[in-house]
């Protein structure tokens, strides 16, 4: 089993800042991706932004060029940097990692999420 923590959620002002950290744990041989998804009450699901193992990243057009995405594989951990935060931006976040375990399975694990919270 995989366990991810999330951490860093909040309330910040619009135009403000929050850094999202969350750690992989468990029966891991190798994470292949890790990630950030978010949703807003009565909305899907939405990609924020992902980290491969080799360090290809990938943005939601809607967070592009004020997200950053990063990551620590010593630690299994990633990091998710939100600069002008906007009012829409607000959702529960949610950590994602695609992960080879020990037997040589792999699996898609969330973390628990973690509010954001944007006031105008």
């Known amino acids: 089993q995989v366990q991810l923590v999330e951490s ?6 619009t135009g ?8 992989a744990s468990g029966s891991i041989v190798f994470i292949m991706s890790m990630g950030w998804y978010r949703q807003a009450p009565g909305k899907q699901r939405d990609m924020v932004a992902t980290i491969t193992a080799g360090g290809i990243t990938n943005y939601g057009d809607s ?11 010593a630690k299994n951990t990633v990091y998710l940097q939100m600069n002008s935060l906007k009012p829409e931006d607000a959702a529960v976040f949610y ?7 020990t037997g040589l399975r792999q699996g898609d694990y969330w973390g628990q999420g973690t509010q954001v919270t944007v006031s105008s």
């Open 8 to 13: 860093g959620g909040g309330l910040v002002q």
């Open 16 to 23: 403000g800042s929050l850094r999202l950290s969350c750690a």
């Open 63 to 73: 967070v592009s060029g004020r997200f950053t995405i990063s990551r620590d594989s």
């Open 95 to 101: 950590c994602n990692a695609k992960v080879v375990t």
